[in-house]
Protein backbone atom coordinates (compact mmCIF):
# COMPACT_ATOMS: atom_id res chain seq x y z
CA UNK A 1 0.00 0.00 0.00
CA UNK A 2 1.39 3.52 -1.22
CA UNK A 3 -0.06 6.37 1.01
CA UNK A 4 1.26 9.78 0.82
CA UNK A 5 0.16 13.45 1.90
CA UNK A 6 -1.39 15.84 -0.48
CA UNK A 7 -3.41 18.25 1.38
CA UNK A 8 -3.61 19.87 5.03
CA UNK A 9 -5.53 22.36 6.02
CA UNK A 10 -4.79 25.57 8.41
CA UNK A 11 -7.52 28.01 9.15
CA UNK A 12 -6.73 31.78 8.38
CA UNK A 13 -8.41 34.95 9.19
CA UNK A 14 -7.30 37.14 6.41
CA UNK A 15 -5.95 34.95 2.92
CA UNK A 16 -4.13 38.16 1.80
CA UNK A 17 -2.39 38.84 5.19
CA UNK A 18 -1.85 34.97 5.27
CA UNK A 19 0.00 34.98 1.38
CA UNK A 20 1.95 37.86 2.45
CA UNK A 21 3.72 35.46 5.03
CA UNK A 22 3.59 31.97 3.23
CA UNK A 23 4.43 32.83 0.27
CA UNK A 24 6.20 36.47 0.21
CA UNK A 25 8.35 35.08 3.44
CA UNK A 26 8.20 31.60 3.31
CA UNK A 27 8.78 31.42 -0.38
CA UNK A 28 5.45 29.20 -1.31
CA UNK A 29 4.20 29.18 -4.43
CA UNK A 30 0.70 29.61 -4.51
CA UNK A 31 -1.35 26.78 -6.48
CA UNK A 32 -5.09 27.61 -6.14
CA UNK A 33 -7.21 30.10 -5.61
CA UNK A 34 -10.81 29.38 -5.12
CA UNK A 35 -13.87 31.33 -3.53
CA UNK A 36 -16.79 29.36 -3.27
CA UNK A 37 -20.52 30.94 -1.66
CA UNK A 38 -18.82 33.86 0.71
CA UNK A 39 -15.66 31.86 1.40
CA UNK A 40 -11.96 31.32 -0.13
CA UNK A 41 -9.78 28.48 -0.43
CA UNK A 42 -6.28 29.45 -0.91
CA UNK A 43 -3.46 26.58 -1.74
CA UNK A 44 0.22 26.62 -1.27
CA UNK A 45 2.84 24.94 -1.20
CA UNK A 46 6.97 24.06 -1.27
CA UNK A 47 8.27 24.18 -4.64
CA UNK A 48 10.23 21.36 -3.31
CA UNK A 49 7.41 19.61 -2.67
CA UNK A 50 5.19 19.86 -5.90
CA UNK A 51 2.61 17.08 -4.36
CA UNK A 52 1.60 18.52 -1.30
CA UNK A 53 -0.32 21.43 -0.54
CA UNK A 54 -1.65 23.86 2.34
CA UNK A 55 -4.67 25.30 1.99
CA UNK A 56 -5.46 28.23 3.59
CA UNK A 57 -9.49 27.68 4.32
CA UNK A 58 -11.42 30.34 6.71
CA UNK A 59 -11.76 29.43 9.91
CA UNK A 60 -15.30 27.58 9.75
CA UNK A 61 -15.97 26.54 6.39
CA UNK A 62 -18.87 25.34 6.34
CA UNK A 63 -21.95 27.66 4.55
CA UNK A 64 -24.55 26.31 6.88
CA UNK A 65 -22.41 26.69 9.99
CA UNK A 66 -24.16 29.20 12.85
CA UNK A 67 -23.11 32.61 13.32
CA UNK A 68 -22.13 31.27 17.23
CA UNK A 69 -20.11 28.34 15.91
CA UNK A 70 -18.54 30.60 13.44
CA UNK A 71 -17.24 33.44 16.44
CA UNK A 72 -16.67 30.65 18.43
CA UNK A 73 -14.03 29.64 15.78
CA UNK A 74 -12.66 33.34 15.32
CA UNK A 75 -11.82 33.16 18.91
CA UNK A 76 -10.14 29.76 18.90
CA UNK A 77 -8.08 31.26 16.04
CA UNK A 78 -7.03 34.17 17.57
CA UNK A 79 -6.00 32.53 20.65
CA UNK A 80 -3.64 30.38 18.53
CA UNK A 81 -5.95 27.43 19.63
CA UNK A 82 -6.73 25.86 16.15
CA UNK A 83 -3.83 24.11 14.44
CA UNK A 84 -0.25 24.37 13.16
CA UNK A 85 2.18 23.12 10.78
CA UNK A 86 6.01 21.94 10.93
CA UNK A 87 8.84 22.46 8.69
CA UNK A 88 11.96 21.28 7.97
CA UNK A 89 14.75 23.11 6.71
CA UNK A 90 18.72 22.89 6.58
CA UNK A 91 19.18 25.41 8.58
CA UNK A 92 16.88 26.63 11.49
CA UNK A 93 18.82 29.54 12.39
CA UNK A 94 19.20 31.00 8.96
CA UNK A 95 15.40 30.46 8.53
CA UNK A 96 14.55 31.98 12.15
CA UNK A 97 16.50 35.19 11.57
CA UNK A 98 14.80 35.32 7.97
CA UNK A 99 11.31 35.00 9.53
CA UNK A 100 12.06 37.39 12.62
CA UNK A 101 13.50 40.07 9.90
CA UNK A 102 9.94 40.19 8.45
CA UNK A 103 8.27 40.76 11.71
CA UNK A 104 6.65 38.01 12.47
CA UNK A 105 6.20 36.61 16.17
CA UNK A 106 8.45 34.64 17.93
CA UNK A 107 7.11 31.98 20.55
CA UNK A 108 10.82 30.06 20.41
CA UNK A 109 13.84 30.91 19.08
CA UNK A 110 16.26 27.88 17.99
CA UNK A 111 16.98 25.67 20.52
CA UNK A 112 18.59 22.42 20.62
CA UNK A 113 15.80 20.02 21.65
CA UNK A 114 16.45 16.56 24.36
CA UNK A 115 14.40 14.91 21.45
CA UNK A 116 17.03 15.27 18.83
CA UNK A 117 16.26 18.53 16.83
CA UNK A 118 17.57 22.02 16.83
CA UNK A 119 14.00 23.89 16.42
CA UNK A 120 12.27 27.64 16.46
CA UNK A 121 8.82 28.38 16.27
CA UNK A 122 6.56 31.57 15.09
CA UNK A 123 2.89 32.83 15.08
CA UNK A 124 1.69 33.22 11.04
CA UNK A 125 -0.73 35.71 11.35
CA UNK A 126 -3.84 34.15 12.23
CA UNK A 127 -2.09 33.08 15.08
CA UNK A 128 -1.19 29.32 14.06
CA UNK A 129 2.33 28.19 15.42
CA UNK A 130 4.74 27.50 12.76
CA UNK A 131 7.67 25.11 13.58
CA UNK A 132 10.88 25.18 11.93
CA UNK A 133 13.35 21.98 12.60
CA UNK A 134 16.19 19.97 11.71
CA UNK A 135 17.73 16.49 13.24
CA UNK A 136 20.85 17.95 14.90
CA UNK A 137 23.99 16.25 13.96
CA UNK A 138 26.86 14.16 16.06
Request: net charge negative; aromatic share 8%; proline share 7%.
Amino acid sequence: MDINLAQCFIAVDDHDTALAFYRDVLGMEVRDDVAFEGMRWVTVGSPAQPDVGIVLEPPLADPGASATDREAMAELLAKGLLRGLNFTTDDVDATFEHIRAAGTEVLQEPVDQPYGVRDCAFRDPAGNMVRFSRPRTG
